[in-house]
Protein backbone atom coordinates (compact mmCIF):
# COMPACT_ATOMS: atom_id res chain seq x y z
CA UNK A 1 0.00 0.00 0.00
CA UNK A 2 1.45 3.53 -0.99
CA UNK A 3 1.01 6.44 0.95
CA UNK A 4 0.59 9.69 -0.46
CA UNK A 5 0.40 13.43 0.77
CA UNK A 6 -2.18 16.20 -0.93
CA UNK A 7 -3.03 19.48 0.25
CA UNK A 8 -6.34 19.86 -1.30
CA UNK A 9 -10.05 20.44 -1.69
CA UNK A 10 -10.85 15.66 -1.08
CA UNK A 11 -14.41 16.64 -3.52
CA UNK A 12 -12.21 16.96 -6.09
CA UNK A 13 -10.10 13.77 -6.47
CA UNK A 14 -10.50 10.85 -8.61
CA UNK A 15 -10.49 7.74 -6.69
CA UNK A 16 -11.94 5.07 -6.28
CA UNK A 17 -13.62 6.15 -2.57
CA UNK A 18 -13.17 9.16 -0.97
CA UNK A 19 -13.60 9.20 3.36
CA UNK A 20 -16.20 11.57 4.80
CA UNK A 21 -15.90 12.69 8.46
CA UNK A 22 -19.45 12.41 9.05
CA UNK A 23 -21.73 12.72 12.28
CA UNK A 24 -23.77 9.86 13.85
CA UNK A 25 -26.94 11.20 12.10
CA UNK A 26 -24.97 10.49 8.12
CA UNK A 27 -27.29 13.18 7.52
CA UNK A 28 -24.94 15.80 6.29
CA UNK A 29 -23.82 18.78 8.34
CA UNK A 30 -20.59 21.82 7.72
CA UNK A 31 -17.31 21.05 7.29
CA UNK A 32 -15.93 18.43 4.79
CA UNK A 33 -19.37 16.34 5.23
CA UNK A 34 -20.95 19.91 3.79
CA UNK A 35 -18.48 20.19 1.25
CA UNK A 36 -18.91 16.58 -0.18
CA UNK A 37 -23.07 16.91 0.13
CA UNK A 38 -22.94 19.72 -1.35
CA UNK A 39 -21.41 18.81 -4.58
CA UNK A 40 -22.14 15.09 -4.50
CA UNK A 41 -25.63 15.92 -4.60
CA UNK A 42 -28.94 14.47 -3.70
CA UNK A 43 -28.06 11.08 -4.25
CA UNK A 44 -25.52 10.30 -1.52
CA UNK A 45 -28.23 11.82 1.29
CA UNK A 46 -30.86 9.50 -0.27
CA UNK A 47 -28.28 6.74 -0.05
CA UNK A 48 -27.64 7.55 3.48
CA UNK A 49 -30.93 8.14 4.43
CA UNK A 50 -31.67 4.83 3.38
CA UNK A 51 -28.95 3.48 5.56
CA UNK A 52 -30.22 5.05 8.69
CA UNK A 53 -33.87 3.53 8.03
CA UNK A 54 -32.39 -0.11 8.24
CA UNK A 55 -29.91 0.28 10.67
CA UNK A 56 -30.05 3.12 12.06
CA UNK A 57 -27.31 5.81 13.52
CA UNK A 58 -23.30 5.43 12.50
CA UNK A 59 -21.42 5.37 16.19
CA UNK A 60 -18.40 6.69 16.47
CA UNK A 61 -15.59 4.70 15.18
CA UNK A 62 -17.89 3.13 12.56
CA UNK A 63 -17.91 3.44 8.49
CA UNK A 64 -20.44 3.02 6.07
CA UNK A 65 -20.24 2.83 2.37
CA UNK A 66 -22.34 4.96 -0.63
CA UNK A 67 -22.58 6.41 -3.88
CA UNK A 68 -20.08 9.17 -4.28
CA UNK A 69 -23.08 10.99 -6.65
CA UNK A 70 -21.73 13.56 -8.65
CA UNK A 71 -18.19 13.85 -7.20
CA UNK A 72 -15.33 12.41 -9.42
CA UNK A 73 -15.24 9.33 -6.98
CA UNK A 74 -16.95 5.77 -7.03
CA UNK A 75 -17.75 5.93 -3.94
CA UNK A 76 -17.71 8.08 -0.19
CA UNK A 77 -17.32 5.57 2.86
CA UNK A 78 -18.58 7.80 5.83
CA UNK A 79 -17.18 7.39 9.30
CA UNK A 80 -17.84 9.21 12.18
CA UNK A 81 -15.01 10.71 14.47
CA UNK A 82 -14.60 11.32 17.90
CA UNK A 83 -15.64 14.57 19.62
CA UNK A 84 -12.25 15.95 21.67
CA UNK A 85 -14.65 17.65 24.45
CA UNK A 86 -17.28 14.59 25.28
CA UNK A 87 -16.97 11.19 26.37
CA UNK A 88 -14.13 9.01 27.53
CA UNK A 89 -10.91 7.86 27.57
CA UNK A 90 -11.39 5.66 24.33
CA UNK A 91 -10.72 9.10 21.89
CA UNK A 92 -7.59 7.51 20.31
CA UNK A 93 -9.17 4.04 19.70
CA UNK A 94 -12.19 5.50 18.46
CA UNK A 95 -10.10 7.64 15.87
CA UNK A 96 -8.02 4.58 14.87
CA UNK A 97 -11.66 2.68 14.27
CA UNK A 98 -12.36 5.30 12.13
CA UNK A 99 -9.28 4.50 9.19
CA UNK A 100 -9.27 0.80 10.08
CA UNK A 101 -13.12 0.53 9.28
CA UNK A 102 -13.15 2.73 6.69
CA UNK A 103 -10.31 0.72 5.26
CA UNK A 104 -11.95 -2.95 5.80
CA UNK A 105 -15.19 -1.30 3.83
CA UNK A 106 -12.97 -0.27 1.21
CA UNK A 107 -11.10 -3.54 0.98
CA UNK A 108 -14.62 -5.38 0.74
CA UNK A 109 -16.08 -2.99 -1.91
CA UNK A 110 -12.75 -4.13 -4.02
CA UNK A 111 -11.41 0.34 -3.77
CA UNK A 112 -8.09 0.11 -4.89
CA UNK A 113 -7.71 3.82 -4.14
CA UNK A 114 -8.46 5.35 -1.28
CA UNK A 115 -8.51 9.45 0.32
CA UNK A 116 -8.86 10.51 4.07
CA UNK A 117 -9.94 14.09 5.27
CA UNK A 118 -8.32 14.71 8.55
CA UNK A 119 -10.82 13.01 10.60
CA UNK A 120 -12.61 14.83 13.61
CA UNK A 121 -9.65 18.01 13.33
CA UNK A 122 -11.89 20.42 12.12
CA UNK A 123 -15.29 21.20 14.47
CA UNK A 124 -14.28 17.72 16.61
CA UNK A 125 -11.35 19.53 18.14
CA UNK A 126 -8.98 16.83 18.03
CA UNK A 127 -5.65 18.13 18.64
CA UNK A 128 -3.74 17.91 14.73
CA UNK A 129 -0.69 16.23 15.74
CA UNK A 130 -2.16 13.51 17.56
CA UNK A 131 -4.85 12.74 15.19
CA UNK A 132 -2.05 12.60 12.38
CA UNK A 133 -0.01 10.17 14.25
CA UNK A 134 -2.80 7.97 14.68
CA UNK A 135 -4.01 8.07 11.56
CA UNK A 136 -0.49 7.45 9.87
CA UNK A 137 0.20 4.71 12.35
CA UNK A 138 -3.61 2.98 11.59
CA UNK A 139 -3.05 3.57 7.85
CA UNK A 140 1.00 2.12 7.82
CA UNK A 141 -0.35 -1.20 9.93
CA UNK A 142 -3.26 -2.10 8.46
CA UNK A 143 -1.85 -5.23 5.59
CA UNK A 144 -3.94 -5.06 2.41
CA UNK A 145 -3.14 -6.89 -0.58
CA UNK A 146 -6.09 -5.31 -2.72
CA UNK A 147 -5.99 -1.32 -1.86
CA UNK A 148 -2.81 -0.03 -3.47
CA UNK A 149 -3.07 3.69 -2.77
CA UNK A 150 -3.84 5.68 0.49
CA UNK A 151 -4.14 9.44 0.28
CA UNK A 152 -4.08 11.67 3.03
CA UNK A 153 -5.82 14.81 1.91
CA UNK A 154 -4.91 17.84 4.22
CA UNK A 155 -7.13 21.19 4.13
CA UNK A 156 -5.11 23.39 5.84
CA UNK A 157 -1.22 23.91 5.84
CA UNK A 158 -1.36 23.02 9.40
CA UNK A 159 -2.58 19.77 9.08
CA UNK A 160 -0.11 19.13 5.67
CA UNK A 161 3.46 20.71 7.56
CA UNK A 162 2.34 17.81 9.87
CA UNK A 163 1.54 14.97 8.26
CA UNK A 164 4.64 15.90 5.84
CA UNK A 165 7.37 15.92 8.79
CA UNK A 166 5.61 13.02 10.64
CA UNK A 167 5.92 10.71 7.06
CA UNK A 168 9.48 11.44 6.23
CA UNK A 169 10.52 11.24 10.26
CA UNK A 170 8.58 7.78 9.74
CA UNK A 171 10.26 7.52 6.23
CA UNK A 172 7.20 5.96 5.59
N1 LIG B 1 -11.60 18.67 1.75
C1 LIG B 1 -10.71 18.11 2.61
N2 LIG B 1 -10.68 18.40 3.92
C2 LIG B 1 -11.57 19.32 4.38
C3 LIG B 1 -12.53 19.94 3.56
C4 LIG B 1 -12.53 19.59 2.18
N3 LIG B 1 -13.39 20.10 1.30
N4 LIG B 1 -13.26 20.79 4.33
C5 LIG B 1 -12.77 20.70 5.58
N5 LIG B 1 -11.74 19.83 5.62
P1 LIG B 1 -14.48 18.71 9.85
P2 LIG B 1 -14.71 16.81 12.08
C6 LIG B 1 -10.89 19.41 6.75
O1 LIG B 1 -14.90 19.85 10.71
O2 LIG B 1 -13.75 17.60 12.88
C7 LIG B 1 -19.44 18.21 10.35
O3 LIG B 1 -20.42 19.15 10.68
C8 LIG B 1 -10.80 20.33 7.94
O4 LIG B 1 -9.82 21.34 7.71
O5 LIG B 1 -15.03 18.63 8.49
O6 LIG B 1 -14.55 15.34 12.02
C9 LIG B 1 -19.94 16.79 10.50
O7 LIG B 1 -21.28 16.65 10.11
C10 LIG B 1 -10.35 19.36 9.02
O8 LIG B 1 -8.94 19.22 9.02
O9 LIG B 1 -14.84 17.28 10.55
C11 LIG B 1 -19.75 16.55 11.96
O10 LIG B 1 -20.82 17.08 12.70
C12 LIG B 1 -10.97 18.03 8.60
O11 LIG B 1 -11.44 18.22 7.27
C13 LIG B 1 -18.48 17.31 12.29
O12 LIG B 1 -18.38 18.32 11.29
C14 LIG B 1 -12.12 17.59 9.47
O13 LIG B 1 -12.90 18.72 9.82
C15 LIG B 1 -17.27 16.43 12.17
O14 LIG B 1 -16.15 17.14 12.65
Known amino acids: MKLKLLQSDITAIKVDAIVNAA ?3 LLGGGGVDGAIHRKGGYEI ?37 PVWN ?3 KDKEELLANCYM ?4 LAQENAVKTIA ?16 AK ?34 RTWKI
Request: hydrophobic share 35%.
Open 23 to 25: NTS
Open 116 to 131: FPNISTGIYKFPKELA
Open 45 to 81: LEACRKIRATQGKCNPGEAVITTAGNLPAKYVIHTVG
Open 134 to 167: IAIETVNDFKSDEIEEVIFVCFDKENYNLYDKLL
Open 86 to 88: QGG
Open 101 to 104: NSLR
